[in-house]
């Protein structure tokens, strides 16, 4: 698990930086809040909105 967070695929750019913002909160819960809410939000703008599940869509509106 530490292994993604000191070696990220900056290949998938939305997914190593939704990555990083789960420690920087300090709560297992804001972070997992502000990843529900960045993910989506990256990957639309990267281009790759379809890949995204339509929940993660419902889950970032609330």
Same mark, same amino acid.
């Given at each position: 698990?530490?292994?993604?967070? =000191? $070696?990220?695929?900056? *290949?998938?750019? *939305?997914? &190593? @930086? *939704? ?8 709560? %297992? &819960?804001?972070?997992? &809040? *502000? ?5 989506? %939000?990256? $990957?639309? @703008?990267?281009?790759?909105? $379809? $890949? =995204? ?10």
């Amino acid at each position: 698990m530490i292994k993604n967070i =000191v $070696k990220p695929d900056f *290949s998938i750019i *939305s997914e &190593a @930086l *939704s990555g990083y913002l789960t420690p920087i909160t300090y709560n %297992i &819960a804001d972070g997992i &809040a *502000s990843d529900i809410i960045s993910y989506p %939000i990256l $990957k639309l @703008l990267t281009g790759e909105g $379809k $890949k =995204v599940f339509l929940l993660m869509y419902i889950l970032f509106k609330f």
